[in-house]
């Protein structure tokens, strides 16, 4: 007497871990709060360092402008003295406004992420 039933059985777990990711593509996103804490938190800093760099930058572009008015065009040397001194002093601030731009977001944006720790932590 010949048996003729087979069970077959195939798992993959690499496969089901990429049908999972493919299908958590197409799934709506959800409102993560752990996730909206991070972003808060991190725009705080992201502010105030595009405005620490964008001082800084361009205080040290024009410190060039003051360099080449002594340097190159010898007629303009106390103007570029003068320039050179003041950007020097704008450059020297730009650490200090990252500070006040963080101090100042972070308290704006103080009340909601003590309501998402609450939350949280829960």
Same mark, same amino acid.
């Given at each position: 007497m010949e048996n003729k039933e087979n069970f /077959? $059985?195939?798992y /993959?777990?690499?496969?089901?871990?990429?049908i999972k990711?493919? !299908?958590?593509?197409y799934l709506p996103k959800e409102a993560d709060k752990m996730e909206q804490? !991070? !972003?808060m938190d991190n725009s705080v800093t992201k502010k105030a360092t595009v405005t620490a760099i964008t001082v800084g930058v361009t205080g040290a572009l024009i410190l +060039? *402008? +003051?360099m080449c008015c002594c340097l190159v065009w010898t007629e303009l040397f106390i103007l570029g003295i003068i320039v050179g001194v003041l950007e020097i002093g704008t450059v020297s601030a730009a650490y200090p406004l990252y500070n $006040? *731009?963080?101090k100042k977001e972070r308290e704006k944006i103080a009340p909601e992420i003590i309501r998402l720790t609450d939350e949280l932590m829960k």
């Amino acid at each position: 007497m010949e048996n003729k039933e087979n069970f /077959s $059985y195939t798992y /993959s777990a690499m496969q089901q871990d990429e049908i999972k990711k493919i !299908r958590a593509k197409y799934l709506p996103k959800e409102a993560d709060k752990m996730e909206q804490l !991070r !972003r808060m938190d991190n725009s705080v800093t992201k502010k105030a360092t595009v405005t620490a760099i964008t001082v800084g930058v361009t205080g040290a572009l024009i410190l +060039g *402008v +003051g360099m080449c008015c002594c340097l190159v065009w010898t007629e303009l040397f106390i103007l570029g003295i003068i320039v050179g001194v003041l950007e020097i002093g704008t450059v020297s601030a730009a650490y200090p406004l990252y500070n $006040y *731009v963080t101090k100042k977001e972070r308290e704006k944006i103080a009340p909601e992420i003590i309501r998402l720790t609450d939350e949280l932590m829960k």
